[in-house]
């Protein structure tokens, strides 16, 4: 029985990619089973994530006018970006041969060396970049809880760190990206509170007079402001940043053609309400006071919060929940690649040859993540420097080049001069943001301290 169950299962997967044979990190992390609405979940979680909530200073380095324009901007570019990757992989599953992963993808198109050294290393960095931003975002929500019901405590940030940790090596034994649906709806309607909270409680505070005067001007000389305003863009690229489209698509069950579009209209459905409420109203409530969450606005210390504790306390009790499936999002390319190298193919998922490593070098991922950011206290400046190299490439510039050379419109077409100008921009915008990265680091690097309570 149990043969035949698994030869079925083999049966299922070779028919969602065209009969090709699958390693064991396709064949058991990138399951395609989903429906498109399982892929809007996905979408949603990977990003309408608690780093939204940096957008109000994002808008405090750029202004009003370039900040609002920035951040349609983003979500008009991505949508568009999303929708070409989408179309080029369905355009190579329809030829029988079904990209299940980014790497996978760069290596047909622009040859092996492109996904072997640069897209391959360029996905992994950004994705376990976030993953270690995430789980210290996810510590220090546990610590501003813990701050909320007891200011004097003494308990520091690393061991909020350590108990998420913990958690994470449990939930990173989801045994697949499918498995993460349901997590992921749930993780839809948190983001979706949390925003609320943060708008809500921006408005309040601008109107009750608590947040303080309000001044929109931009501080610092004339080169603070030019880096300022570089390392705001970048923070709203990496807000909108993904990372794992293909993979997402993976997930999809076959016929896949049309069913991204419709994931994607959940998402940004998402994105529009969370993503503009929280940075206008923000930005309008604090000026270029927000700091780089707009949720310690409410809490600065040694004043009384400026918000009822019970409503803090749900803010950010949905936030942590909510990093929480962000963080197991990001580590399935992670997943994929242990399970590809560790994993026997022709074993059963579940068999104890593949359980036992799986358990032992998830687990190792992920203490090793918590370890990061648990010394790495201000993660956020070497963050911006994973999202200029990392998600602006991905998201911004290769999709762009995926469609041009797979389906090689015609040079005098708008569309290809629209994705030219599209990849050109962005390449410039992401070298631009990693210069201001690499300066900001510099420039903090007198504050660093390995394990600091921040």
Request: proline share 5%; glycine share 8%.
């Amino acid at each position: 029985m149990e043969d035949k169950q698994k030869r079925a299962g083999e049966i299922r997967e070779e028919g969602a990619t065209g009969g090709q044979k699958l390693d064991a990190g396709a064949l058991f992390v990138l399951k395609s089973r989903g429906s498109w609405v399982h892929c809007g979940y996905h979408l949603t979680t990977s990003i309408v994530a608690p780093p939204l909530l940096s957008l109000p200073f994002a808008f405090a380095t750029l202004g009003w006018a370039a900040a609002v324009a920035c951040l349609t901007l983003g979500g008009l570019v991505t949508f568009y970006s999303y929708n070409l990757l989408s179309l080029v992989l369905e355009h190579h599953a329809a030829l029988g041969n079904r990209h299940l992963r980014f790497r996978d993808m760069a290596n047909d198109i622009l040859g092996p060396r492109w996904g072997r050294f640069f897209v391959g290393p360029l996905q992994f960095a950004a994705c376990f970049g976030a993953v270690v931003g995430n789980i210290l975002l996810g510590g220090q929500s546990m610590k501003f809880i813990y701050v909320l019901y007891n200011p004097n405590g003494t308990m520091k940030l690393y061991e909020f760190v350590a108990i998420l940790g913990v958690v994470m090596v449990v939930l990173t034994q989801m045994p697949s990206f499918h498995s993460l649906r349901h997590i992921n709806l749930v993780s839809l309607f948190l983001c979706l509170a949390y925003s609320a909270c943060a708008a809500s409680g921006s408005i309040y505070s601008g109107l009750s007079g608590k947040a303080g005067p309000r001044d929109y001007s931009r501080t610092g000389n004339s080169v603070s402001q030019l880096f300022g305003a570089f390392n705001g863009v970048a923070v709203i690229a990496t807000s909108y940043g993904n990372g794992i489209i293909p993979e997402i698509q993976a997930t999809l069950a076959p016929p896949v053609k049309g069913k991204m579009m419709k994931g994607l209209f959940i998402c940004y459905s998402v994105v529009v309400t969370t993503f503009f409420s929280v940075a206008v109203s923000g930005y309008w409530a604090f000026g270029n006071k927000s700091q780089g969450s707009i949720l310690s606005n409410f809490m600065v210390q040694g004043q009384p919060p400026l918000l009822p504790r019970s409503f803090l306390f749900f803010t950010y009790l949905c936030t942590l929940l909510q990093v929480v499936a962000v963080v197991v999002v990001y580590l399935q390319p992670t997943n994929e690649i242990l399970e590809r190298k560790l994993a026997d193919p022709n074993s059963g998922q579940f068999s104890m040859r593949n359980v036992i490593p799986r358990v032992i070098a998830r687990s190792l991922a992920a203490i090793f993540a918590t370890l990061i950011a648990a010394m790495l206290p201000f993660f956020g400046d070497i963050n911006a420097l994973i999202g200029a190299f990392g998600f602006i490439p991905l998201d911004f510039v290769l999709p762009m080049i995926f469609y041009n050379v797979t389906f090689m419109p015609s040079k005098k077409s708008t569309l290809f001069w629209l994705n030219t100008i599209i990849a050109a921009v962005f390449s410039a915008i992401g070298v631009i943001a990693l210069v201001s990265a690499v300066r900001q680091i510099i420039l903090d690097a007198h504050t660093y301290r390995l394990f600091a309570n921040l």
